[in-house]
């Protein structure tokens, strides 16, 4: 797995996009658009035939729109190129998503057979035809699965806090490492989400791409600043920040009263559960960016008590103390376990 202790050079970057279902036209255009804007190499085809990789790129990433084939068959497509050293994100089509839901066993046993390179985008839209991958959240793993942070990072050294300011802080981050591991906290894996806490010059955070169940003290950065005009961010650390860390900046920013910020992906549990429907009040906006933090913002503003959801990307809990959150979550997981949470896509 990749550790990010550097933004990957985005000139060494190239992602594929492979079109094999149904046409969308103005992907395109917005997928070179994307491209342009984070200074990745992007292609488009409609065949899997070319696995070479080309001179200087040391950052290839295929995204395989598959269409209405099974999981095992797209994988299979994809296999050439992670063999010779792609990572892929692979998108499906199903009929409906009792199908989807189905073939959920097949996806999990494909990604642990085949590890981190592999990714299987979820389905997060729905319509006369069949269930889908938004091309919003396609752009977004463009950028995820490659330079990964939005922000330009600026680091200023790697000694963070001093120790017994630390000492106290890290017994949050463990505490909440167990908590996110005890209830399975995440989709993808359990890099998924970020784990925050404010410190006395900005904020403590786990690295981009850390993994939170088995979580290590070195896996944190404190973030300084961010100035968004400029979109640079200023942290020391070993590692970059989370690729969340704009967000997490806009909440400790605005709301004083914030002193910890936990951010999951336990779409079972909550993203997906219809009897929190009245949480999701964050619509999707794409990630690593100022404007969802000043959503997150209003959103935490609305509640009153540290709970949101944000549409089809995970959920935050927030407070004052590691004591709050823990009760909120622990509340969340009782009312979540105690009633039917089978979760439906919406047409429209």
Not at 124 to 149: G, P, Y
Not at 232 to 241: F, V
Not at 304 to 331: C, K, Q, T, W
Request: a negative charge; glycine letters at 6%.
């Amino acid at each position: 797995m990749r550790e990010y202790a550097e933004k990957p050079d985005p000139s060494q970057v190239l992602v594929r996009l492979i079109q094999l279902g149904r046409p969308r036209a103005r992907l395109m255009e917005k997928f070179f658009a994307v491209g342009m804007r984070f200074g990745f190499q992007t292609e488009v085809g409609t065949t899997v035939d070319d696995i070479e990789i080309p001179p200087g790129i040391t950052m290839p990433h295929l995204i395989l729109l598959a269409g209405h084939r099974s999981p095992d068959a797209t994988a299979d497509l994809a296999m050439p190129f992670i063999n010779k050293g792609w990572s892929a994100s692979l998108a499906i089509d199903y009929v409906d998503e009792t199908r989807m839901l189905a073939a959920r066993a097949q996806v999990e046993s494909l990604k642990y057979a085949i590890g981190d390179q592999l990714n299987f985008l979820r389905p997060d839209s729905i319509d006369q035809t069949c269930v889908f991958v938004s091309d919003e959240k396609i752009l977004d793993n463009a950028v995820c699965d490659t330079v990964r942070v939005k922000y330009h990072p600026v680091r200023r050294g790697d000694s963070l806090i001093n120790d017994e300011e630390f000492n106290i802080a890290w017994r949050d981050f463990a505490w909440l490492s167990e908590l996110y591991a005890r209830h399975s906290m995440y989709l993808r894996s359990s890099t998924d989400g970020y784990i925050a806490r404010r410190s006395q010059n900005g904020f403590l955070i786990t690295c981009t791409k850390t993994d939170k169940v088995r979580l290590r003290a070195t896996r944190l950065s404190e973030v300084l600043g961010y100035d968004k005009l400029k979109n640079l961010l200023e942290y020391r650390g070993g590692y970059l920040p989370s690729s969340d860390a704009v967000e997490a900046h806009a909440i400790f920013k605005s709301m004083p009263e914030i002193s910890v910020v936990f951010h999951t992906h336990a779409s079972d549990l909550f993203t997906r559960n219809p009897i929190f429907a009245d949480r999701v009040l964050v619509p999707r906006l794409p990630y690593g960016e100022p404007e969802l933090g000043d959503a997150l913002v209003g959103a935490l503003r609305t509640v009153g008590d540290g709970f949101i959801i944000m549409e089809e990307h995970g959920e935050v809990f927030a407070g004052p103390s590691l004591e709050y959150v823990n009760h909120r979550v622990e509340e969340a997981v009782s009312a979540s376990r105690s009633r039917s949470r089978v979760g439906v896509l919406s047409a429209g």
